[in-house]
């Protein structure tokens, strides 16, 4: 599989933009789907940031660097990699922020009904946002299995929240077919990209979508706590109203109004003052991942996959695949069960072959072609043989959990 590896590397368009990212030697990063790798003009750009936008100009960089639409300006280069209009996307905040907001706003555009519509086993947070309206009465949190979603769709469902790829599982819902289903229903729907966007090819104003939120730190490369990004459709801007009113959200912030008025289009989404150096830091990974192209990377994530499942196969090692197994039905990852999962993967990792586990039992890699090869891919199931074969997955340091996995 190395020779297979190597030619499929040499034919590769992408495989310059590799040189683009910071990546540790001996280390096979198969992560990008919780954290992405650093870009290499990051450091740079922060330093431009810190040393000269703040060190040497202070408050007026507001003006003079324009951090004060940074907001706006990070949104509109995310807009057109999810199929959206530069006027409908914000970067702010987190994905659980603008859950709340966006959730809230739906509840309003429907005051007649009560129910959010998800599913079991969807991000906690999603459905830990829902549970917090519920508790002060303002919600009705619905699960239903994926494969029931749309019967579950009645007239007091105000809103249907689902994540495009599962976290676990990378298996992707259709989007288009779901959001016409809700509409059917009289309802709303806010979609978490998190899983996919930056990854793959999304069409939120083709499908009609009404909201999304997403995460910058995954496929977009924005680094740890990357500042993540919200979705609303053109057709709801001036009727969406979210409940965090804060100033940067105002109409006229430096007017220092006692009285709220929202700003108009997608800036009354914003709150607190923006944090200018994760947008700084944001912005770059944003700017890298359309250089290429999510169609580009896309086409690559499926051929790395595919491949990845070849090396297994030719190893010898079967796994149980909880991810579809047909590329275009999941995200940029292939996610396997096995009970000792857990210790495969800390065992994977002290050899430099950085995956990650999903409680209880789920072995996840993820994809991010943006700096993967055909090579890496080799490399790792070449490892994972080994860990079986030796049987090292069973020394005691790998089955210990910590306590942040």
Request: hydrophobic share 45%; glycine share 8%.
């Amino acid at each position: 599989m190395q020779e297979r590896a190597r030619e499929f590397d040499a034919a590769d368009p992408l495989a310059a933009y590799r040189d683009r990212f910071v990546l540790p030697e001996g280390v096979v990063y198969l992560d990008g789907n919780s954290l992405g790798c650093l870009p290499k003009a990051t450091p740079a750009r922060l330093a431009e940031v810190v040393g000269r936008e703040w060190g040497e100009d202070l408050i007026r960089s507001w003006n003079t660097a324009d951090w004060i639409s940074m907001p706006q300006r990070v949104g509109g280069k995310i807009a057109p990699l999810i199929g959206a209009q530069p006027h409908e996307v914000i970067a702010c905040d987190s994905v659980s922020v603008n859950l709340f907001k966006l959730i809230s706003a739906a509840l309003a555009m429907r005051p007649e009904r009560k129910v959010i519509l998800s599913e079991p086993g969807n991000f906690p947070t999603d459905l830990y946002m829902i549970e917090g309206l519920e508790q002060q009465g303002l919600a009705e949190r619905r699960l239903a299995p994926r494969e029931r979603i749309a019967e579950a769709l009645d007239d007091n469902v105000a809103l249907l929240m689902l994540t495009h790829a599962h976290y676990k599982t990378g298996e992707l819902f259709d989007i288009a077919a779901l959001t016409r289903a809700a509409h059917e229903a009289g309802a709303l729907v806010l979609w978490d990209l998190s899983h996919s966007g930056g990854a793959l090819p999304l069409g939120l104003d083709a499908c009609q979508a009404d909201f999304a939120v997403g995460c910058g730190y995954k496929y977009f490369n924005g680094g740890p706590g990357a500042p993540a990004y919200a979705y609303v459709a053109e057709r709801h801007l001036d009727a969406t109203r979210q409940p965090l009113t804060g100033w940067f959200g105002h109409r006229a912030p430096f007017a220092f109004s006692d009285d709220y008025e929202p700003a108009p289009g997608i800036e009354r989404l914003l709150c607190g003052t923006p944090p200018i150096l994760g947008l700084a830091a944001l912005e770059v990974g944003v700017d890298l991942i359309a250089e290429i192209g999510v169609e580009r990377l896309y086409e690559k994530s499926k051929a790395l996959s595919e491949f990845f499942r070849e090396c297994l196969l030719e190893r010898g090692i079967e796994l149980d695949l909880v991810s579809p197994t047909d590329p275009a039905k999941r995200g940029s990852q292939l996610s396997f069960r096995h009970t000792e999962a857990y210790a495969l993967s800390q065992a994977m990792i002290a050899r430099g072959v950085i995956g990650d586990f999903r409680d209880p039992d789920i072995l996840r890699f993820g994809f991010a072609p943006a700096y993967l090869r055909f090579a890496d891919m080799a490399e790792a199931a070449r490892h994972l043989a080994e860990v079986f074969a030796t049987g090292e997955w069973q020394r005691p340091e790998f089955s210990q959990r910590a306590a942040v996995t």
